[in-house]
């Protein structure tokens, strides 16, 4: 299926205009795995067109049952992920990502006995840092 590819990720990302997002909404699994290869799709896409820090692209909030990746045109700046943390407190979302998340700040309204999610996407973007 060519929606999910390395491809469609590049081709997604050429027509977003300077400022778009693209945001595409799984359901989760566990042990975590579809948000982690559309993570993976979207680090390794955005590394191929030649983006320096892909990482800095990229949001995840996540409910009980679905995840949601954000795909941002333009680095996610601060005021962007104010917005994301105020999107997740006030309809009871949980951050699984963003540019300078902490642990601490993952797996807070929808606790899991670890914040599985986080850790493998933090594993996930440290590895393509390296």
């Known amino acids: 299926n060519y929606l999910y590819t390395v491809e469609a990720f590049m081709d997604f990302w050429q ?17 975590p795995r579809e948000i982690v290869r559309l993570c993976s799709i979207s ?17 995840i909030i996540r409910s009980w049952g679905t995840s949601t990746l954000i795909l941002s045109k333009k680095e996610i700046r601060e005021e962007e ?6 999107f997740c407190d006030e309809r009871n979302f949980d951050t699984v990502y963003f540019p300078g998340i902490k642990e ?5 309204n929808h606790v899991l ?4 999610y986080y850790q493998e996407i933090d594993q996930l973007v440290n590895s393509f840092k390296e």
């Open 15 to 31: 027509h977003l205009s300077d400022g778009g997002k693209l945001g595409i909404t799984r359901w989760l699994k566990f042990p």
């Open 43 to 59: 680090l390794e896409a955005l590394s191929r067109i030649g983006i320096e820090k892909p990482e800095n692209h990229l949001a």
């Open 81 to 86: 992920i104010r917005a994301i943390k105020d």
């Open 104 to 108: 601490g700040e993952a797996n807070i």
């Open 113 to 116: 006995e670890e914040s599985y």
